[in-house]
Antibody, heavy 117, light 108 residues
Framework: QVQLVQSGAEVKKPGASVMVSCKAS????????IHWVRQAPGHRLEWMGW????????KDSQNLQGRVTFTRDTSANTAYMELRSLTSEDTAIYYC??????????WGQGALVTVSS | QSVLTQPPSVSAAPGQKVTISCSGG????????VSWYQQLPGTAPKLLIY???KRPSGIPDRISGSKSGTSATLGITGLQTGDEADYYC?????????FGRGTKLTVL
């Protein structure tokens, strides 16, 4: 069955960067885009962007002011999200999604990133 | 401010029916498919409806989706206590994906 397994929780200081990984299994990795969504505590879902896993092309939400980069390693069936210049407002659970039929078909378990001095 | 408007909360008794609305515009719902997600407390969201009104395998037929113009609706019949969750609509808006603010369903 399809699984998206994300890396573990991280605690970062303001101004630092964080990288979250998302290892896919149970399907052909390059056949489906991976999207990233985050959710601050008690807040709604926020779309961050996506990566075409076949070509590596990406698009991110303008809300992140160019601080985010999406990459992938096709040999490891893994997608990555790096967020730079962290502030307390970036404290959130970060999810990766397998995109299918214009929907978040499968979701990773989430990775909590806490930004605190 | 989200471009998709959902009611903050809805409630109904067990066994009853509830609908959750998602209102947008021509740049989003009016010209793109809508999907719906259920988020149980402390868990990752789960896809309930895709392409406006289709259910992935494993989603019971008491869950339904519809769309008319620039509004979409999620319907749940035969409410169960296990349906208590947050529900989000989502769609494309000018090549950016947008979610509604979410609706908290309480089963009284």
């Amino acid at each position: 069955q399809v699984q998206l397994v994300q890396s573990g929780a991280e605690v970062k200081k303001p101004g630092a960067s964080v990288m979250v990984s998302c290892k896919a299994s149970g399907y052909k990795f390059t056949n489906f885009p991976i999207h990233w969504v985050r959710q601050a505590p008690g807040h709604r879902l926020e779309w961050m962007g996506w990566i075409n896993t076949a070509t590596g092309n990406t698009k991110d939400s303008q809300n992140l002011q160019g601080r985010v980069t999406f990459t992938r390693d096709t040999s490891a069936n893994t997608a990555y999200m790096e967020l730079r210049s962290l502030t307390s407002e970036d404290t959130a659970i970060y999810y990766c999604l397998r995109w299918y039929y214009d929907s978040g078909w499968d979701w990773g378990q989430g990775a909590l990133v806490t930004v605190s001095s | 401010q989200s471009v998709l408007t959902q009611p903050p909360s809805v409630s109904a008794a067990p066994g009853q029916k509830v609908t959750i609305s998602c209102s947008g515009g021509s740049s989003n719902i009016g010209n793109n498919y809508v999907s719906w997600y259920q988020q149980l407390p402390g868990t990752a969201p789960k896809l309930l409806i895709y392409e406006d009104n289709k259910r992935p395998s494993g989603i019971p037929d008491r869950i339904s989706g519809s769309k008319s113009g620039t509004s979409a609706t999620l319907g749940i019949t035969g409410l169960q206590t296990g349906d208590e969750a947050d529900y989000y609509c989502g769609t494309w808006d000018s090549s950016v994906w947008v979610f509604g603010r979410g609706t908290k369903l309480t089963v009284l």
